[in-house]
């Protein structure tokens, strides 16, 4: 019985590889496996493909149940990432003494090329450093007082002066002096303090003022333009979709399911079938389940033809892989088909029972056809 082999996209880069049909082997280390396109090319080193013969070594695997399971790194992720689905490649399996091939499944594969890089850290603003320039002292010049009037006692006689009668000189121009230096300095002192010099709150002179930083104090701060996000581009329409290039513009733009799905509705009756089951794809991921039925029907052998599908062959496992979901959410066309596949696939055992569940479930929803294929299994 040929194996089976999966691979199944989780991160970047990375998938989960699970092998069915050699749960036998004597080893799950030191395992290799060979890739082989349709056009007999083969996987080599840096994912090239090459018509020599190469063998790429296997991840270490585990005993899961019946299958066989591990984690497959870029080297086999990224090449197989970048195949379209009309691309079929056989597996063969080398574990220890036992050699097998199969077909090669692959689900939502990334190549590690789309792994989100981290943002580079912002570079803060550089504030200049503001420059206080301190207030000016006030300009004044002191009263200069000769010493000797500033002292009590005898001082020295002024031969200017006329000599008392006791010989001294008159003390009366000094006092006089005196008095009005009093005077002067109690009136200054009042026109201070009625104002008569300025406003004493008013703020110091534009030559002492601190040098502003950016701008006066009476111009509001600049506001900074909010970030703008950049636009999506806008999606072409669904009759200029023609290279793979307009596609992915559409569904970069196209993130809901349901639109998707109308979309890739008119692309397959255009006969565009490649780009319909890619865009059929998009819509099932993104929660249509009648994008999930139409990728089915494309690989299912009932409904499977070449007018109707851009693979070369029908293929019923994979085509239960995507009537799956639709028959976890209700579809009863996709419970009935999921639940044919299976029947027909195993002639018992686990799949086959859960076969007979879908087809149940798809009879009690009212199902005619589903009725009539349950009274023909065992």
């Keep these: ?38 056009d007999e090319k083969i996987l080599g080193p840096d994912g090239r493909w090459l018509t020599d013969d190469h063998w790429l070594p296997l991840p270490d695997l585990t005993l899961d149940g ?17 195949l379209s689905n ?28 789309l792994a989100r890089s981290e943002a580079p850290p912002t570079e803060p603003v550089r504030q200049e450093p503001v420059i206080e320039i301190p207030p000016a002292e006030p300009d004044y010049t002191p ?16 031969d200017d002066l006329p000599a008392s009668d006791g010989g001294k000189k008159s003390l009366l121009p000094m006092i006089l002096v005196a008095a009005l230096v009093v005077l002067a300095i109690a009136g200054a002192v009042v026109a201070y303090s009625l104002g008569l010099f300025g406003d004493n709150n008013a703020p110091p002179s534009a030559a002492t003022d601190p040098a502003p930083a950016t701008q006066t104090a009476s111009t509001p701060p600049a506001t900074p333009a909010p970030a703008t996000t950049p636009a999506t581009p806008a999606a072409p329409a669904v009759e200029a979709i023609n290279t793979r290039e307009d596609l992915a513009k559409f569904i970069q733009a196209t993130p809901d399911g349901a639109k998707a799905y109308q979309a890739a509705t008119t692309l397959a009756t255009q006969g565009k079938l490649e780009f319909a089951m890619l865009l ?30 851009p693979m070369p062959a029908a293929d019923a496992e994979t085509a239960a892989y995507w009537y799956e979901p639709a028959a976890q959410g209700g579809n009863t066309e996709a419970q009935r088909q999921l639940g044919k596949i299976l029947t027909q696939l195993q002639p018992s055992g686990f799949q086959h029972d859960k076969g007979k569940d879908w087809l149940q479930k798809a009879a009690d929803a009212g199902d005619a056809k589903a009725k009539d294929l349950l009274a023909t299994v065992k």
């Design 1 to 38: 019985m040929p194996i089976k082999v999966e691979l199944i996209g989780h991160t970047p880069g990375q998938a989960g590889l699970r092998i069915l049909g050699l749960a036998q082997a004597s080893t799950t280390s030191g395992g290799l496996i060979r890739l082989m396109r349709k």
């Design 66 to 82: 019946k299958a066989l399971v591990g984690q497959a790194d870029a080297d086999l992720v990224d090449p197989l990432a970048l």
């Design 86 to 113: 009309a691309d079929i490649v056989l597996a063969t399996v080398q574990l220890g003494d036992l050699r097998d091939e199969g077909r090669l499944v692959v689900k939502d594969l990334r190549p590690s090329g």
């Design 143 to 158: 009263i200069q007082m000769d010493p000797q009037d500033m002292r009590g006692g005898e001082h020295q006689p002024d």
């Design 280 to 309: 059929f794809q998009h819509a099932a991921r993104n929660g249509s389940l009648d994008g999930s039925v139409a990728v089915a029907k494309m690989y299912d052998p009932d409904s499977w033809s070449k007018t109707t599908s």
